[in-house]
């Protein structure tokens, strides 16, 4: 037992230090990732692998998307590492108005992530020109039926 523990332990150490170029050699990186951290044999590991992660600057916007669809809303992560990852990804998608990171958060978060100003007025300028956005933020917020 204790010779699993400290095997997972190095795995979440290398986990945490690959460099995240490294995933795109597979052919499907977001589900390499998301199994990867799932293979982890504690929730405390993965969390810990994503905390490592919020401390580098590197963290390229695909990743910040999966981490939120594939990981956060999939699996067992600490309620504090999922709302610093929630934050990171808002404030990635006001900075970068990627739309699959816009379309995750309104998926994931829901009228949850309309209470957020920014991301909510960001949310509206890209449903204008993307339908998967569009149909995210229509789930979101749904607008009473008339009858």
Not at 55 to 70: G, Y
Not at 84 to 93: I, K
Not at 101 to 120: F, I, K, N, P
Request: proline share 3%; aromatic share 8%.
């Amino acid at each position: 037992m204790k010779e699993s523990a400290r095997r997972s332990s190095s795995y979440a150490a290398d986990l945490a230090r690959l460099a995240f170029s490294a995933w795109q050699s597979f052919d499907q990186p977001r589900g390499a990732l998301a199994f990867a951290l799932q293979a982890l044999v504690t929730g405390c590991s993965r969390d810990e692998v994503l905390e490592d992660w919020l401390k580098r600057s590197d963290i390229p916007v695909w990743l910040c998307d999966s981490v939120v669809f594939d990981v956060l809303r999939t699996q067992s992560v600490a309620s504090e590492t999922a709302a610093r990852w929630f934050a990171f990804a808002e404030r990635t998608a006001v900075a970068t108005s990627d739309p699959s990171l816009v379309e995750t958060l309104l998926w994931v978060l829901g009228r949850q992530a309309l209470e957020h100003g920014e991301l909510a007025e960001l949310a509206g300028e890209v449903a204008k020109t993307n339908a998967k956005v569009r149909r995210a933020l229509e789930a979101a917020a749904p607008t009473p039926s008339s009858g």
